[in-house]
């Protein structure tokens, strides 16, 4: 199965800041590739896909870029909602495997 | 509006068996490839099943065997058996779409299935 090594696990910042989320494949998956936001208490949702597209109705202060083994989300200009869990994901190939988490707090 | 409905958890024995359900609804479920998603209480997400739209069926190596996807598309529904139950069973089981060329586009608000011994 491909390994989803996600980073850093937890960050801290400010409403305002520009942070980034990394995520790394252990084998090349084109850019068959997703991130998630998750709320707490609440089911996660889809913010990027094919690396790089916008989901419809994301805010564009979200980005992915990305191809291959790595990937990064980016939110520039962070709001309080942005509080939560971030997650990534490949669809390239079965077993479809998540990274860990990226828990951000503002 | 698409939604997701699951239904069918709660508490169960292990050893036992279950069968979650989800309510599709806003979208034509045949045209669509499905699955379920699973998180253990304070952990992270686990993919754990997908179905295409022609019945093809894929699993996650840690519940290939025990845990089984079906459709049926005429009811709107897809299903989840688990049998075997085992402690580490329990979590919040997630369904969710999945077009071809995009992510996981939609999930169901969960269902919890809790496994004691």
């Known amino acids: 199965a491909i390994q989803m090594t996600q980073s850093p696990s937890s960050l801290s910042a400010d409403v305002g800041d520009r942070v980034t989320i990394t995520c790394r494949a252990s084998?090349?998956?084109?850019?068959?590739f997703a991130w998630f936001q998750q709320q707490p208490g609440k089911a996660p949702k889809l913010l990027i896909h094919?690396?790089?597209t916008l989901q419809s109705g994301v805010p564009p202060r979200f980005s992915g870029s990305g191809f291959g083994t790595d990937f990064a989300l980016t939110i520039t200009g962070l709001h309080p909602e942005d509080s939560a869990t971030y997650y990534c994901?490949?669809?390239?190939?079965?077993?479809?495997?998540f990274g860990q988490g990226t828990r951000l707090e503002i | 509006e698409v939604q997701l409905m699951e239904s069918g958890g709660g508490s169960a024995q292990a050893g036992g068996s279950l069968t979650l359900s989800c309510l599709a609804s806003?979208?034509?479920?045949?045209?669509?490839?499905m699955g379920w998603v699973r998180q253990a209480p304070g952990k992270g997400l686990e993919w754990l099943a997908y179905?295409?739209?022609?019945?093809?069926?894929y699993y996650a190596d840690s519940v290939k065997g025990r845990f089984s996807v079906s459709r049926n598309d005429p009811q709107n529904s897809i299903y989840l058996q688990i049998s075997g139950l085992r402690d580490e069973d329990t979590a919040v089981y997630y369904c969710?779409?999945?077009?071809?060329?995009?992510?996981?586009?939609?999930w169901g608000q969960g269902t919890l299935v809790t496994v004691s011994s």
């Open positions: 969710v779409r999945d077009p071809v060329l995009s992510g996981l586009d939609s």
């Open positions: 806003g979208f034509t479920l045949s045209i669509y490839s």
């Open positions: 179905i295409g739209s022609g019945g093809i069926r």
């Open positions: 084998q090349a998956i084109s850019n068959n």
């Open positions: 094919s690396g790089s």
């Open positions: 994901l490949q669809k390239f190939s079965f077993p479809y495997t």
